[in-house]
């Protein structure tokens, strides 16, 4: 089947829940119902990493891994510069704590000004 292929989809779609979960605030300046998909999902983020859980997106992209018979990351451009974003070598826990803090961190910046900024407008109209 085509299990190489999901694998590879999965990967991809791990790297950008993760760029959302660390920078998708920022698409709150033009869409604000992005809040209510941003907010879990950050969370989700932080507490993977603080907790030193497995995100359940690892354990699907193994099986799709193992079902195609090969053993370990190889050949394409996702495995090669993809994965090691995701699964870096030598990972700590206490580097997971730091990934965790940073996410929190970057995330209430962006939604500290985004709150600073309603404020403003609604000072500004008097409403």
């Known amino acids: 089947m085509h299990y190489g292929i999901f ?35 950050f969370l989700w983020a932080a507490w993977i990493e603080m907790s030193g859980g497995i995100c359940p997106l690892t354990p699907l992209e193994n099986w799709l891994r193992l079902k195609t018979g090969r053993g370990g990351y190889q050949g394409d451009f996702v495995e090669n510069y993809i994965l090691p974003v995701l699964y870096p070598v030598g990972l700590t826990r206490n580097m997971q704590i730091l990934l965790g803090t940073l996410v929190i961190f970057v995330n ?19 409403f």
């Open 7 to 41: 694998a590879d989809i999965v990967v991809l779609f791990h790297l950008a829940f993760i760029i959302f979960a660390v920078l998708g605030a920022v698409l709150i300046f033009w869409w604000r119902w992005v809040l209510w998909l941003h907010l879990p999902a």
């Open 108 to 126: 209430v910046a962006i939604y500290g000004y985004l709150l600073f900024q309603h404020k403003l407008r609604k000072d500004r109209s008097g």
